[in-house]
Structures are given as C-alpha cells and as structure tokens.
C-alpha cells in the first residue's frame, strides 16, 4: 500500500514548523508497512494534483502568499480536478485562507483567492490577533476528539459553513466567534500549527485513513503507542485548564 502526497510550496509554506506535519505522517504510515511517496509542487513545477492522495498546504505570512498567488491561481484548473477525483487536502492557515474567495491585507489590498469554498478572509485590527495556545473539540464522522495547537493569525475569515470544530480555549476562525477551521468531509482547513499532528495522533490518523480511501477504499488502521503523544497533548490541555 502506497499513500501519495503533494506538498504544496514546502520551500515557501512552512511556519510554525509546518512541515512536521508530513514528518508524522510519513512516520505513522512507515511504522504500519505503508509506503509513502511525496511529490513537491512548488512554483513552476509541472505535478498533477489528481494523482495524489492527499494535497498538503502549509501556512505562510502575506509576503510568502503574495508569491505565489500566480502559480497558485494558474492551477485552479488541476486543483478542481483532484477534487473531482477525491483527492484529500489539508490546508493550514495561508493554505486555508488561500482556497476562499479573498484575502483582505493589512494595508487593505486585495488578494484573489482560489475561490473555490464561499468564506473569505479580512486581516483585523492589531488588538484582534489572534494569538496563543488553541482547542478545538471536533466531531468527524462519528468521532469526537479534542485538537491541540499554536495559533498566531490576524486575518479573520468569515462565512464558514462547515467548521471544524467548536473552541474551547482561544479564538479560531475570528476573534469575535468560537469556531474554528473548515471540513467538507474532504477538505480540512485549520489555524492550528505547532505543526498540528504530533501532539494529536488520533486527527492524523484520520487524515491517513480519508486519504487512502481514494486508492483502496475504507481502511483500518493498525493501533500504535501514543503515550508520548497523549502526554505532550495532556500537558497542553492542562496549561489552558481543560483537564
């Protein structure tokens, strides 16, 4: 078994250490026998998303999106035809904000998104950063869990439809609501770095288990030790007194 990534920008899209992301799953699939192959698509690279089984899209500050807004919008085109083909994404942060239909910048210009989700982003005011330890407590296709992370955002993105969850300590989304990020059942957006998937084995399992289902269908995944997973979560939950 083979699990495909295309890591979107990894040279530009990568705060917070982003990247540790891939790390976990890339080691969580090799410790269970399951190969994985990562294809970067960076700017100027020919790579065809469709063929992927996961898209992941790292987070970045409005000079890095500036960047790579041409490229980004030349592959709309490809972009819609992974999701057509069931491809799963994991968009962080500027990944995230740059799949709506807008970003608003500090000094007030406008960044045209992919538009392909309706919620867009407006950069707030200094005392609206959103900024600090974050959880978020999740219900995805019959399983509840509490997510842990590091959020450092002034944009503020309106118009979810589908969140990914209600907040328990922090902002999300904005500073005004209490929910955060975005799930369609086949795309996931989030604020949270630090990178997000070490301190939460059981999301990161999920996203392994979605995105293979486009290549063999539903899986089971065999059970790992997270004991030192949990216990770096738990020390989180205990910081923002939720446990």
């Given amino acids: 078994m083979i699990l495909t990534i295309g890591w979107m920008y990894h040279d530009i899209m990568n705060l917070y250490g982003d990247k540790g992301n891939i790390m976990v799953l890339k080691k969580?699939?090799?410790?269970?026998?399951?190969?994985?192959?990562?294809?970067?698509?960076?700017?100027?690279?020919?790579?065809?998303?469709?063929?992927?089984?996961?898209?992941?899209?790292?987070?970045?500050?409005?000079?890095?999106?500036?960047?790579?807004?041409?490229?980004?919008?030349?592959?709309?085109?490809?972009?819609?035809?992974?999701?057509?083909?069931?491809?799963?994404?994991l968009l962080i942060c500027g990944g995230y904000q740059l799949f709506g239909?807008?970003?608003?910048?500090?000094?007030?210009?406008?960044?045209?998104?992919?538009?392909?989700f309706d919620y867009y982003t407006v950069s707030g005011k200094s005392e609206e950063r959103c900024i600090g330890n974050i959880a978020v407590r999740c219900e995805l296709e019959g399983q509840s869990m509490t997510l842990v992370g590091f959020e450092n955002h002034g944009g503020q993105t309106y118009d979810v439809a589908t969140p990914l969850g209600d907040v328990l300590f922090g902002h999300g989304n904005t500073a005004q609501k209490k929910q955060e990020g975005f799930?369609?059942?086949?795309?996931?957006?989030?604020?949270?770095?630090?990178?997000?998937?070490?301190?939460?084995?059981?999301?990161?399992?999920?996203?392994?288990?979605?995105?293979?289902?486009?290549?063999?269908?539903?899986?089971?995944?065999?059970?790992?030790?997270?004991?030192?997973?949990?216990?770096?979560?738990?020390?989180m939950l205990k910081r923002m007194e939720l446990l």
Avoid: W
């Fill in 28 to 89: 969580r699939c090799e410790d269970r026998g399951i190969d994985v192959r990562i294809s970067y698509c960076d700017i100027g690279d020919d790579v065809d998303l469709s063929a992927m089984d996961l898209v992941f899209f790292g987070g970045g500050a409005d000079k890095e999106q500036s960047s790579l807004m041409r490229d980004l919008l030349s592959r709309k085109e490809n972009i819609q035809k992974a999701l057509d083909a069931g491809v799963m994404f």
């Fill in 101 to 116: 239909q807008y970003y608003i910048d500090a000094n007030g210009n406008r960044i045209d998104a992919l538009g392909i």
């Fill in 183 to 235: 799930y369609n059942g086949q795309v996931i957006g989030t604020y949270l770095h630090g990178p997000l998937l070490p301190r939460n084995p059981e999301f990161a399992d999920f996203v392994i288990m979605k995105s293979l289902r486009k290549s063999y269908g539903e899986q089971c995944l065999e059970p790992l030790s997270d004991d030192m997973e949990l216990a770096a979560k738990n020390i």
